[in-house]
């Protein structure tokens, strides 16, 4: 099926380890976007990439990097994990970035838990 | 500062009932979501406004651009519409025209 797919669901670290949540699409987008979502809170922006080659930072950037080799895939990177960094964290993709005719497609989460 | 308020956070009502829940902002935008998201977790995106009003089945949305504020209507309600309603507003700002700010979400519960 044709959207965005979210790799693991579910992951558990040790404060200080890496890892990489993966973010892939299939329908073409241009404009793709991580998020993380805590209690209490809305969606924040981390990363956000425009386009194969671009990216830029959001509200909480801080702790994680992303890059965009290809338009299909974006991932998001934690360099030393963090108790704070705990989260689930969403993927969102959408056609164009200043196009006001497409809505956004989300992945089904990453659910993350540093120890 | 939170610059997209929903209310209420909480609401339950029976099978049947008609629901509103209310999104207001303070930035500008260029269109508003809603959002669905089931207790699974999965997000899914309802409707995408920057005027008027839309329906899709039993779901109404409507802004007002000039009063920044947005409406989401559940008619005849179900237990299946039981989940967090998610606002947010796609913010005009530089070169970031396709990020977007979420409200905290309006957890329903429909009981049958």
């Known amino acids: 099926n044709a959207g965005v797919t979210q790799t693991p669901k579910f992951q558990v670290l040790k404060t200080g380890q890496s890892m990489t949540l993966q973010c892939a699409q299939d329908?073409?987008?241009?404009?793709m976007s991580w998020y993380r979502q805590d209690p209490g809170m809305g969606l924040r922006l981390i990363h956000y990439s425009v386009g194969a080659g671009i990216t830029d930072q959001g509200e909480v950037p801080n702790g994680y990097n992303v890059s965009r080799s290809t338009t299909e895939d974006f991932p998001l990177r934690l360099l030393s994990a963090a108790p704070s960094q705990t989260s689930v964290y969403f993927c969102a993709s959408s056609y164009s970035a200043d196009s006001l005719n497409y809505g956004y497609t989300f992945g089904s989460g990453t659910r993350l838990t540093v120890v | 500062k939170n610059e997209v308020e929903q209310s209420p956070q909480n609401l339950t009502a029976q099978e049947g009932e008609f629901i509103t829940i209310n999104c207001s902002y303070s930035v500008g935008i260029s269109a508003l979501h809603w959002l669905q998201q089931h207790p699974g977790g999965g997000i899914v995106s309802l409707f995408m406004?920057?005027?008027g009003k839309k329906k899709h089945g039993r779901l109404i949305a409507t802004i007002n651009i000039q009063e920044k504020h947005s409406s989401l209507h559940i008619t005849a309600s179900h237990p299946r519409d039981s989940a967090v309603y998610i606002c947010?507003?796609?913010?005009?700002?530089?070169?970031?025209?396709?990020?977007?700010?979420f409200g905290k979400g309006t957890k329903l519960s429909v009981k049958p």
């Open positions: 406004l920057s005027s």
């Open positions: 947010a507003v796609r913010w005009n700002y530089g070169g970031s025209q396709g990020n977007l700010i």
């Open positions: 329908m073409n987008h241009e404009y």
